[in-house]
């Protein structure tokens, strides 16, 4: 479980998070909504600690993760994926070498092993063939599926989605919705998806929340959201914020 | 309170320079430090050093070659002038090793490596693929920085040897076959003048020059903001502030090594 204990973020004086309470259970995918710009990707940030909190903790099973030393925080970033905005695979390696990235730099793994993980993590995500390509020479969606695979690379119990279908066209959006529904099936994961496409937030989510000025406004199910009475949510959900 | 204004004005100015300074020092020590604790990627040093040192050959050799040629026109023709013709290959010498030869393999590996260094992490950084590094438990400091920071430290003082070979070749043909210099004078001043020292000092030198210049081009990489504009200002920077820096090293070096 992940636990979010008065967790507060400044960027010198601008305010992005301030004093949150929240828990994340284990197996659910929560959808964190909000217009551009208030905070949601600093949210998934500051869970592998790419960020640091201004004050606050966040708890991941019991422990305090600013305690965490570099190798602990390496071994929770082995246990949460996550997936960029940009897709951000990079440049220099072909998919091969970005799924396969993280193993070389962590695991004792033969390049055989090695491969046959790829080749399973690509399997996931509908990419096989495609091990030789580099990023240059793939579409949209397909940067977002290798960008799942290599996320994927160590089999995270979390995974992090940051805008997954923005910028995507409607029917890469659904294939991209479909893996995350999956993913969620049939590897049992934790997502957290930070977006502020609804039509993904409906389709994926299990729960909502909605970060405004800093602050999260539960709203609870797709169906519950749909029908909130929260004068933000709905300004926000019916297009008005 | 005119003064006052003038002041503040030149503090503004100063101030971030300072910041600058210190925050590449303190990138410095980083990684000096994570080399000392044996997190070197050997492959990828290798990598590095065929990109900043080999691939560079081509363009340190050429400007060192009519840099050295254009040297000799001009100290050969005075020097005759002069009656001092045989002195010719010692200050030819000389000058090539402690001075031009280190300056203008700083200056092109500045111009080039400085450049791409921060136009690939800038475009990294943009792009979320240094965040991406440290999502998936990389320090970019061991698999960014610390590669190209030995490779310009050991590449720099190479080139250089190169460098002053060919400059030295370059000027040695046109002051004997335009200067109308004797060879075997040439020859002699050029070995009774120089001195080791001459030749390890400047080595020394573009070793600093190579720390910098890495240093600078890595900090100014990982600290672009925006998109293609960013990375286009903040490669620019890079290589102005590396060849400001370097200019300005280099005449304390001088006159710490050499005076």
């Known amino acids: 479980?992940?636990?979010?204990?008065?967790?507060?973020?400044?960027?010198?004086?601008?305010?992005?998070?301030?004093?949150?309470?929240?828990?994340?259970?284990?197996?659910?995918?929560?959808?964190?909504?909000?217009?551009?710009?208030?905070?949601?990707?600093?949210?998934?940030?500051?869970?592998?600690?790419?960020?640091?909190?201004?004050?606050?903790?966040?708890?991941?099973?019991?422990?305090?993760?600013?305690?965490?030393?570099?190798?602990?925080?390496?071994?929770?970033?082995?246990?949460?994926?996550?997936?960029?905005?940009?897709?951000?695979l990079f440049d220099s390696m072909n998919v091969f070498e970005n799924v396969a990235f993280a193993l070389r730099l962590h695991a004792s793994l033969s390049e055989r092993e090695i491969a046959s993980i790829v080749k399973e993590k690509l399997r996931l995500v509908d990419l096989v063939g495609s091990e030789r390509l580099m990023p240059e020479e793939?579409?949209?969606?397909?940067?977002?599926?290798?960008?799942?695979?290599?996320?994927?690379?160590?089999?995270?119990?979390?995974?992090?989605?940051?805008?997954?279908?923005?910028?995507?066209?409607?029917?890469?959006?659904?294939?991209?919705?479909?893996?995350?529904?999956?993913?969620?099936?049939?590897?049992?994961?934790?997502?957290?998806?930070?977006?502020?496409?609804?039509?993904?937030?409906?389709?994926?989510?299990?729960?909502?929340?909605?970060?405004?000025?800093?602050k999260f406004i539960e709203t609870g199910t797709p169906e519950q959201t749909q029908k909130t009475n929260d004068p933000i949510v709905k300004k926000f959900i019916t297009g008005g914020l | 309170m005119p003064y006052r204004k003038y002041a503040e004005a030149v503090g503004h100015g100063i101030i971030p320079i300072f910041e600058g300074i210190g925050r590449v020092s303190s990138l410095g020590f980083e990684v000096i430090k994570d080399i000392f604790r044996g997190k070197v990627n050997l492959q990828l040093v290798s990598e590095q050093m065929v990109k900043i040192g080999v691939e560079s050959i081509p363009l340190a050799v050429t400007t060192a070659l009519f840099v050295g040629m254009v040297f000799a026109i001009q100290i050969a023709g005075e020097f005759v002038k002069f009656g001092a013709g045989n002195y010719v290959g010692g200050v030819m010498s000389i000058g090539i090793a402690r001075e031009l030869g280190p300056a203008i393999t700083g200056i092109v590996i500045a111009a080039r490596v400085a450049a791409s260094i921060t136009a690939e992490i800038g475009t990294m950084q943009v792009k979320e693929q240094i965040d991406a590094l440290r999502a998936l438990g990389a320090s970019p400091i061991r698999y960014l920085i610390i590669p190209r920071f030995i490779s310009c430290i050991l590449m720099l003082p190479l080139l250089t040897i190169f460098a002053d070979i060919i400059g030295l070749a370059g000027g040695y043909i046109v002051a004997i076959y335009m200067g109308s210099i004797n060879p075997m004078e040439y020859m002699e001043t050029a070995q009774n003048l120089l001195e080791l020292w001459d030749i390890f000092g400047g080595l020394i030198k573009t070793a600093i020059f190579g720390l910098l210049i890495a240093l600078i081009a890595c900090y100014k990489g990982i600290n672009t903001k925006g998109g293609a504009r960013g990375v286009g200002e903040a490669t620019t920077s890079s290589v102005v502030t590396s060849l400001i820096t370097l200019f300005i090293v280099n005449y304390f070096l001088s006159v710490l090594f050499f005076k």
């Open chain 1, 1 to 88: 479980m992940i636990k979010l204990d008065k967790l507060t973020k400044y960027f010198n004086s601008l305010r992005v998070i301030e004093d949150v309470n929240f828990e994340i259970n284990k197996g659910e995918s929560l959808s964190v909504i909000g217009p551009s710009g208030c905070g949601k990707s600093t949210l998934l940030r500051l869970l592998i600690r790419i960020e640091e909190p201004t004050a606050g903790r966040i708890l991941i099973d019991g422990k305090d993760i600013s305690l965490f030393s570099t190798d602990e925080i390496n071994n929770l970033r082995k246990k949460m994926g996550m997936i960029f905005q940009s897709s951000a």
């Open chain 1, 138 to 214: 793939l579409s949209g969606g397909m940067l977002k599926r290798v960008s799942i695979a290599r996320a994927l690379a160590f089999d995270p119990i979390t995974i992090l989605y940051d805008e997954p279908t923005t910028g995507l066209d409607p029917i890469t959006s659904v294939t991209i919705e479909n893996l995350m529904i999956k993913l969620s099936k049939e590897l049992k994961v934790t997502s957290i998806i930070v977006t502020h496409v609804l039509q993904t937030v409906y389709r994926v989510s299990s729960r909502i929340v909605m970060l405004n000025e800093g």
